[in-house]
Each structure stands twice: as structure tokens, then as C-alpha cells.
């Protein structure tokens, strides 16, 4: 943070309250070999998962939070799952950044996210009961829309929604509304006309569809309206300009992390369309979904497991045969942190990849669950697509294309050896650091971290911009 304390008071008094970043106020990181996540080249990072979700974005952004003073959600809605453990105790975050668990580091959801008022303060409450203290230093976004009743009954009734494998969550409902120019904001809770004409306006246009699906149920338009009136009453409160706040924090010097859900591949622009999420997942949508400046965005990390999954129907180019995808599976815990779905599993797509590094920028990339490869024999990397008789080294746009490509490997020998207490990279196995080596080689971006399990210490790291291979 720059300038003295009298100094930053005055940006960041509104209405009476003090909104200055924290950093002064509370102690440095614990863990000081990740002090140079943040840098004075390096204050505002956005953390994106460079595959097709995830990745262990939840773990990398809970480290990196040590440094930050601000921990901003993008896009997305309770459809994410970020699973952070602390010693023998899992967090499994849906809508609240991970950052939340440092204290003193306060957290933002921006307008880019469709928010569930209902499951936000089940989590928050949850959280509350677990000893993390919230009070004081969650933001929401008063421009956010709000995923209703009715989105979520829409969705699980819709066959579209089914064959696309969503998680039923109202997420891509609510969008449609938000596009279609009929949704319901955050800010319309603080005017119960306008809100009751929004939701019935919503409600009816539900309705609608329920029809057109011969679907029997019926959405109740009092009961929506009567939750968004309890809920209102502890929403409002916590409603503010994020885009402003983000904005005088970024000019006060504060260490900004920009947290995204899902991964590229499932970009509603960029990724396997129609088997894609309803928002921008990439770096470009952290700008737009957080309301700042993209010339604000220092540094972009993606993050990748050493292999590759996704979850419900569409392309997956590497995709293991069932006996191994089953071993991966079980070593990694391979189970939706949402919806307890079995991922499917597929080698280390390098093409994938590179891909995302192109679409977002990339500076800097972490790896993570290299130790669920431990015990394999032999280790395949993806390097390039055959398709009608043509080796491909760029992702295709086509959907017919990426169903059909037959990937071409390069076959590593494995390390059988656990690398779970390493915790630095020349006390990796040779083999696990020579994977390491192709993988950066052929992505084109520098591996700055590497995860060697689930806890906050099993991850190697210098820092951002600091390459370990």
C-alpha cells in the first residue's frame, strides 16, 4: 500500500466507515516463502483455471490470499466448488472467495457473478460456526443478479440443461434473464415495487417455459418475493459499489487477487461450445465481472492439474479407458465439490493448454496433484491432434472436430516415488522434474508452482514470475 495511513483514510471513508485495504493493520504472511506473490510489478493478479475446471484454483488462491488484501470472485455462481483444507478440516466454498479464511483479508463477489442470496448465507453461517470471522469483511456487488426459485426449477426441468450435464444450480437460467434484460439485481431489493414487478416478470417468463417443457410444475411468485424480503434484510447490508471499491483499492496500492470458478475450456466464447459454462471464464471476463480497468490486471495464473478432467458430456480429446480413468480417480479424489459427480479423467492435454495460455495471457502457471501420478509407470502427454489425416497443434473451434481429433502422445517414464513431502523442486524425483520440463516447454508458459497435495504446505514456489523449471 502506498502512502501513509492519514493519507488512504481519506480515499476510503464512505459514509462515515473506514474501507482502507488492511495490509497495514495486520500481520505479514505466515508462510514467508510465498512473500513475493505479491510484488511492487505484481498488485492486481487474476488466478483462472486453465482447463476445464477444476484444477485446485481454491487451494492456489487460499496461499496466495496470505499476501493479498482483497480476494475477488468474477463470474460464476454456486455451480463452483473450491475445496481449501486447514490442517484435518475441509472448507468447500461455493460462492464466498477463499481469501475469506485469512483473517483480515476482506472479500468481494462482483457483478459478474449470478448470486444464490439463499446458499450465500447457508455458507456464510456455516463458516461462522467453523470460526471464521466474516463479520465486516464480505462485499457484495449491489449490480450482481440473483438466481431465484424459479431459475433453478427451470433448469432442473429442462432436457437441454440435462444433456449438457449442468450442475441444476439456476446458474445458466439466471444469465439468460441477466441477457434478456429481465433479471433481478441486487441494488432492487432496496425497492419492494420494482422488485415485486422483476420477479413476476421473471416468475411469468418461467412459467413460459415450464409449459413448453410439459413440465408440471408451477412457479410460486409470493414465495420467491417473500424470501427475497428475509433474505434482503441481511444482503442489503453487505451490497456495495464493488467496482468503486475495487477501484480505490487498486489506486491505493493494494495487493489485489482476482478469483475465477470452472476453467477456459468452459468459456461460454472460448470453450467446447455448447458444453460450456454460461460466463467468461478467462482473464478477460475478471475486468468486466469484478468492474475495473483490464490495463489494472498485472499478472494472470493459470492453473492445471497434471492431468486433465472434466465433468458431464463433451469433448475430453485424452480421455483414459475406464480401469485407469478409475485409478486416477480414486488416488486424486476425483468427485465434483458441488455435486459429488464422478470427473472423468484424460492425460495431460498440452494443445488444451497452450490454448488457454493464448486466450488469457498467461504469465505464470501452477500445477497441481503431481503426487496423484506418483505410482504410475508410465506418465502421456498430449503434444498435437490427428484429424482427417492432419496433425493439428492448435485447439479447433468445431465441436465435430474436437470430438473426433485422436490425440497424439509422447510418453514419459513415470517416477514411482512419492513426492508428497517435497517441498522444494530439486527434491522432486528426476522423472517428475523432466515431466515438469516438457510440460512447460510445450505450454509455453513458465511453471511457477507445483502442488504436491492438499494441504497448504505440499506446494513448491518462489513466487509469480519466478520459473522452477
Known sequence: MTGDRSTVIGEWMVNGIDRSPPAARRPPPTTARFSLMFSSNTRTLVVVGAQWGDEGKGKLVDVLAEGADWVVRYQGGA????????????????????????????????????????TLFTEIDGLVRDGVDVEGRLYVSDRAHLVLPYHKLVD??????????????????????????????????RHPDRLRQLVEQGAAHAEAQLTRFGSSKRVNCAET?????????????????????????????????????????????????????????????????????????????GVVKAYTTRVGAGPLPTEMDDTLAGQIRSLGNEFGATTGRPRRCGWFDAV??????????????????????????????????EYEGELHEEFPADLTAQERVVPRYEWLDGWRESTADCRHIDELPTAARRYLDRMQELVETPITYVSVGTKRDQIIGKGLGTSLV
Open 79 to 118: 455451480n463452483a466448488g473450491h475445496t481449501v483444507h486447514i490442517g484435518d478440516t475441509a472448507f468447500v466454498l461455493h460462492q464466498i472467495p477463499s481469501g475469506i479464511l485469512h483473517s483480515g483479508v476482506r472479500c468481494a463477489i462482483g457483478n459478474g457473478v449470478v448470486l444464490d442470496p439463499d
Open 156 to 189: 432442473a426441468e429442462s432436457e437441454a440443461s440435462k444433456a449438457i450435464g449442468t450442475t441444476g444450480r439456476g446458474i445458466g437460467p439466471a444469465y439468460e434473464d441477466k441477457i434478456a434484460r429481465r433479471g433481478v439485481r441486487v441494488l432492487d431489493l
Open 225 to 301: 418475493i417473500a424470501m427475497l424480503e428475509r433474505l434482503g434484510e441481511r444482503l442489503l447490508p453487505l451490497a456495495e459499489d464493488v467496482g468503486l471499491v475495487m477501484h480505490r483499492a487498486v489506486r491505493s496500492g493494494a495487493a489485489v487477487l482476482l478469483e475465477g470458478a470452472q476453467g477456459s475450456l468452459l468459456d461460454i466464447d472460448h470453450g467446447t461450445y455448447p458444453f460450456v459454462t454460461s460466463s467468461n471464464t478467462t482473464s478477460g471476463g475478471a475486468a468486466v465481472g469484478a468492474g475495473i480497468a483490464p490495463t489494472d490486471i498485472d499478472a494472470v495464473l
Open 352 to 385: 488444451v493448454v497452450r490454448y488457454a495460455a493464448r486466450i488469457n495471457g498467461l504469465t505464470d502457471l501452477a500445477v497441481t496433484k503431481l503426487d496423484v501420478l506418483d505410482t504410475l509407470d508410465k506418465i502421456a502427454i498430449c503434444v498435437g491432434y
